[in-house]
């Protein structure tokens, strides 16, 4: 008969302890990476724009659904009032460095060696300066602010600002008045927004019919169970 190693016991109860713990940090990192990181970052973006917007003062209104002049249903980020009137505010979290013009359709985002792109902002934002100037019958202007650790190596397209000067930027266009406060445009875009709360998962659905499922946060979601359920089995 083989002699039993006293170790064993030991050397099995750690492999397990570190099983229960690795395997499902492996997995739930996984789930932040690829999955989830995406969904967080840019809700993590659209959060400090909104502080940054309290802390100036200005009547704001964030994460706004509307129907756009082609029909479909679109996103507004925030929606600032000035003295020079409505402001549409685009947010975007990126990092790397960003290339790209006013008038190109897509931009170009630089990470080291890997280059991706993605929907130019200020053509994203023109379409919601414009559906809310057809609500609100009135001139809308339109910023995109980016949060990140972005840098743009051949300058800033005009009508896009760093948060580092976000702030400047709103100063300078100034603090609406009571009577732009009380006026019918700036109701009407309350009464927009409280319209817009049951629309998101229809503008979800519009987007997937145009672009396909973005299948990252499910992914993420399943991934971040999958950790808690493999954590638990483990210490059972």
């Known amino acids: 008969?083989?002699?039993?190693?006293?170790l064993a016991p030991l050397i099995a109860a750690?492999?397990?302890?570190?099983l229960?713990?690795?395997l499902p940090l492996v997995i739930l990192l996984s789930a932040l990476t690829?999955?989830?990181?995406?969904l967080f970052k840019g809700m993590a973006g659209e959060k400090r724009v909104?502080?940054?917007?309290?802390?100036?003062?200005?009547?704001?209104?964030?994460?706004?659904?509307?129907?756009?002049e082609d029909g479909s249903?679109?996103?507004?980020?925030?929606?600032?009032?000035?003295a020079q009137g409505p402001l549409a505010i685009e947010t975007k979290n990126f990092a790397g460095s960003i290339y790209g013009r006013q008038q190109d359709r897509d931009w170009t985002q630089a990470l080291g060696k890997t280059k991706s792109r993605f929907q130019n902002p200020?053509?994203?934002n023109f379409k919601h300066t414009a559906a809310l100037r057809s609500h609100l019958g009135t001139e809308v202007q339109g910023l995109v602010v980016f949060v990140g650790t972005a840098k743009f190596p051949k300058g800033l397209p005009e009508g896009v600002v760093t948060l580092a000067d976000f702030d400047r930027r709103l100063k300078s266009l100034g603090a609406p008045s009571p009577a732009q406060i009380a006026s019918p445009a700036w109701q009407a875009a309350g009464r927009i927004?409280?319209?817009g709360r049951g629309l998101h998962r229809a503008h979800l659905a519009g987007l997937e019919a145009k672009y396909g499922r973005d299948l990252r946060a499910p992914v993420g979601l399943a991934l971040a169970g999958l950790a808690a359920a493999v954590f638990v089995a483990f210490h059972l």
Do not use: N, S, W
């Open 1 to 6: 008969m083989t002699p039993t190693d006293p």
């Open 14 to 18: 750690v492999v397990h302890d570190l």
């Open 20 to 22: 229960g713990t690795l």
């Open 34 to 38: 690829f999955g989830l990181k995406p």
């Open 50 to 68: 909104a502080r940054r917007l309290q802390r100036l003062g200005l009547p704001c209104l964030h994460d706004i659904v509307t129907q756009a």
């Open 73 to 82: 249903l679109t996103q507004i980020d925030h929606i600032a009032l000035t």
């Open 122 to 124: 200020l053509r994203q």
């Open 193 to 195: 927004a409280e319209a």
